[in-house]
């Protein structure tokens, strides 16, 4: 059997229909993102994110790329996002490159993936040596182009604290001649079209 090594940019149509709550991610996107610092103050960092279909379009895998000011690495992983139709739950494991860990983001115990319309919540346990026991991620104002992610911090998993807002835009090439837009793999960044 031939292993198929072409990027995959669409869901296999055999794959659970669910896939497509996390499809916006699908595509090349740059962040602006701030963090609240132990002080208070809050600190600027940008980055890429970069997500697409895996394994003949049956899940979702994402690329986080996170640079500080000065061009430092701050953050570097990859979350990999797969429905289970038999226990109707996601299955969403976060791969931290730079410290070789992994992390269960839709935990059971926490209530796994939650859909508010078009928002989308989870809490998980923190890796290990974090600043905080837990972590709430929710991602707000999607569209083609945009979405907001929004990190909450807490120490009992019950009163939460915002400590970062990440602020991602698509890129874009722009093709005009056909008039027509695709996102791309590319490093122009342009307003697509509406």
């Known amino acids: ?9 669409k869901p296999n149509p055999n794959a659970p229909a669910e896939l497509s709550r996390f499809a916006f991610l699908i595509g090349r996107w740059r962040f602006d993102a ?7 103050e ?31 690495l701050i ?12 226990k109707q739950v996601w299955n969403i494991k976060w791969l931290n490159a730079l410290d070789g860990t992994w992390t269960d983001l839709t935990s059971e115990q926490f209530g ?12 998980f346990k923190a890796e290990r040596g974090a600043q ?3 972590t709430r991620a929710t ?26 807002v990440v602020e991602c835009y698509v890129v874009w090439c722009v093709f005009r001649r056909c008039g027509w837009s695709i996102p791309a793999r590319c ?6 079209c509406e």
Do not use: C
Request: no cysteine; glycine share 10%; proline share 2%.
């Open 132 to 134: 905080w026991p837990f």
């Open 187 to 192: 490093e122009w960044s342009f307003r697509p």
């Open 42 to 72: 809050w600190q600027a960092f940008h980055g890429t994110w970069l997500g697409h279909y895996i394994l003949d379009g049956y899940a979702i895998a994402d690329e986080y790329r996170m640079i500080g000011s000065s061009g430092e």
């Open 75 to 86: 953050v570097l992983g990859m979350n990999f996002r797969i429905y289970d139709s038999a």
């Open 112 to 123: 796994g993936a939650r859909f508010d319309g078009e928002s989308v919540t989870y809490a």
């Open 139 to 164: 991602y707000t104002n999607i569209s083609k182009s945009h979405f907001t992610w929004r990190g909450e911090k807490s120490e009992d998993a019950k009163t939460w604290t915002e400590f970062m």
């Open 1 to 9: 059997m031939e292993q198929n090594e072409q990027r995959v940019e």
């Open 34 to 40: 701030k963090f609240k610092s132990a002080n208070g």
